[in-house]
């Protein structure tokens, strides 16, 4: 339905980085080339439930689907307004995108990897404060997103690790290319605490520097927020913390990142006052392929998967019916198709 | 709702020509310089209901509001999915849109107004063909449009008058202009026939380019093809008959435009082998000062207004609701709004 002027309205901000480009930071696309091509094909997915003008459902190197299935899974079953916002792509979509001006960020190791950041906050913000909306949940899709999420953090003097769309988090590897970033922006951890803006320009992404623009803007015109996603929305939530708002802000995510120890959400949340939500898809119970991948570990979240559970739940809609759409919109786009990336395929 | 992949969706290509500029031309806009926000403000109230970059909702000098309220009406009360698609805007839009590489139009007096015209074709058709939809039901916005339109008409060697935002047709203006853009493009009447792309190119709009392109992609890929409007859809039917496509092809108009003895769009129908349908909004039996300025004869159609209500007559949906729908947008957009444009407001 369309909601006459208000109701819930999901945004979903779809960008890159060149940071993910660094082999084993990210498993969302098959291999490093294509995953410049995931944020536009999630964009289309959640807009359409199917390519338009990308050529590929993304898929990690093992054949993971992307949580962009689940998203769209929800908004067939549930029905909601999706808007998209272009938060930095580095290829064409099909789906509609508002701008705000964001360009592709560089590879964190870089002294200036975000010069859109300031002017993507300030687009976005005013795009926050105009939507009609009751409430918004809003989502992310950048390969590399977890690494940006960290420089963020650690820029603004934040503890706590992020989690990973790859079953074993390469933590270490995140830690030495935020350092390395770091000490190219001439910043130690804490030197952009309360300055968000300072912090994602130099150490995160287009993608963060637009959802923290949404979520500051949205807040300023009544309009409830809830993060949708994982440790990317942990960023965010620390960078609208760091610009000063204290009022209520939701954090919705997967029982995968919430379960994830290595990275441990719960106590981000909870220092960031967040108001957290954590839904289980019951993935575990089915045998289906797509879901085994999730069970087993990768993606875990993205594309405002944690959000648009959270929402079906609210709805009661039984997660089973969400499961078989997934599975479906999988069979449709995946089951078929070649075998390349598919070890797991029929 | 969101349709798994399929179901009725709505494009509306929002584009604009300097052929606008023209004082007398078109009333889609209070004065020449606010036309060139119509557009981007059409595609922001068909998405959301509201303004949300632009800050005027578009009217005529004296007042009529944009037809983009009837459309916004009946979507929210059928729902149904629509996507917009940047047809050349001049302005920036807060709506999520999708680029064809279409870029503003020049005054067609000149001699190559539309550079773009092939390239979003191209683009459009792919689109076309990819959207997934049963039935697609494609609308304009582009104030200027029915001169461009008339110009596009004459090009290919094809009869008849166009319609007019204005009570008064200036139909002896529009022939003029075509007749001087004729000339500047080396063109006699008819010798662009069978020439689409060099037609809409020479003598056209972005938008008519990007709506022809839509619609032979779509017809290619077996989505039914339902025209939103009046004498700008029956060019872009000229364009796609005059491309060799010869099946079933809708055209959707209001009755203002249909009952409108200057431009005969039931002649043109007959002519182009279209499928014609005509809604009545049943405004004449409303004293509500926006539907006035339609019953007298003010901007007629626009912005999928014909399609969007025989979608609503479809549905059993009685106009009486649509109406109280489109009284209710109207009362909260531009019923408290500064009386600069409202000599005929509260």
């Known amino acids: 339905m369309t909601s006459p002027g208000g109701g819930t309205r999901f945004a979903l901000v779809a960008g890159t980085t060149e940071t993910a480009s660094r082999a084993g930071i990210s498993a969302a696309g098959a291999d490093p080339e294509l995953m410049s091509v995931?944020?536009?094909?999630d964009a289309e997915l959640v807009a359409y439930g199917s390519p338009v003008r990308?050529?590929?459902?993304?898929?990690?190197?093992?054949?993971?689907?992307?949580?962009?299935?689940?998203?769209?899974?929800v908004r067939e079953v549930l029905g909601f307004d999706a808007t998209i916002v272009d938060g930095g792509l580095a290829e064409r979509t099909g789906a509609p995108t508002v701008s705000v001006g964001a360009r592709p960020g560089k590879d964190i190791a870089e002294q200036d990897p975000v010069p859109t950041a300031h002017g993507a906050f300030a687009a976005a913000r005013q795009l926050g404060q105009a939507l009609p909306a009751d409430e918004l949940y809003l989502g992310e899709t950048i390969p590399g997103g977890t690494t940006t999420a960290l420089g963020v953090l650690r820029a603004l003097g934040e503890n706590g690790m992020v989690s990973s769309s790859l079953p074993e988090n390469p933590t270490e590897q995140k830690e030495k290319l935020v350092t390395q970033g770091l000490k190219a922006s001439s910043l130690s951890p804490g030197d952009a605490a309360?300055?968000?803006?300072?912090?994602?320009?130099?150490?995160?992404?287009?993608?963060?520097?637009?959802?923290?623009?949404?979520?500051?803007?949205?807040?300023?015109?009544?309009?409830?927020?809830?993060?949708?996603?994982?440790s990317q929305c942990v960023a965010v939530a620390a960078l609208v913390r760091h610009g000063g708002y204290e009022g209520p802000l939701g954090l919705a995510t997967t029982s995968?990142?919430?379960?994830?120890?290595s990275a441990d959400v719960r106590a981000s949340a909870h220092r960031l006052d967040l108001d957290l939500t954590v839904t289980d898809p019951g993935f575990d119970r089915s045998d289906h392929v797509a879901m085994e991948r999730f069970v087993a570990g990768e993606a875990k979240e993205g594309v405002g998967m944690g959000g648009a559970l959270a929402l079906a739940d609210r709805a009661g809609i039984p997660m089973a019916e969400v499961r078989d759409r997934f599975a479906t919109l999988y069979d449709d786009l995946i089951g078929d198709a070649p075998a390349a990336t598919a070890e797991e395929g029929p």
Do not use: F, I, Q
Request: hydrophobic content about 40%; aromatic content about 2%; glycine content about 8%.
């Open 38 to 41: 995931t944020p536009a094909a």
């Open 194 to 230: 309360n300055e968000p803006k300072r912090a994602v320009r130099r150490m995160g992404d287009p993608v963060l520097a637009t959802l923290a623009g949404l979520t500051a803007g949205a807040v300023e015109s009544d309009t409830a927020v809830t993060l949708a996603g994982g």
């Open 256 to 261: 995968y990142v919430a379960n994830d120890e």
């Open 54 to 73: 990308t050529s590929v459902t993304p898929v990690s190197p093992s054949g993971c689907p992307t949580p962009a299935l689940a998203t769209r899974a």
